[in-house]
């Protein structure tokens, strides 16, 4: 696979921002959720003082009974 350069603008700090304070007001089962775009799956996540410790990266349309159970243990 080929690597490509990546260019970031100065305008994205700004949507980053705006992303942390959107995503820091979702929380589901006691953690963060970012849903993945491409794919139906949703990356759960918590925040320990300047830390993010990805805690699962589970499929959305599993029962979230299951969704539950898979994040107990790890939390």
Do not use: C
């Amino acid at each position: 696979m080929k690597t490509r350069k990546v260019v970031v603008l100065k305008e994205v700090a700004n949507d980053l921002k705006s992303g942390k304070l959107f995503y820091e007001a979702k929380k589901v089962f006691g953690l963060y959720r970012m849903l993945a775009k491409r794919f139906s799956y949703a990356i759960y996540y918590q925040i320990k003082n300047d830390t993010v410790h990805v805690v699962a990266i589970l499929p959305i349309r599993r029962d979230p009974k299951w969704i539950k159970n898979q994040l107990r243990g790890r939390i």
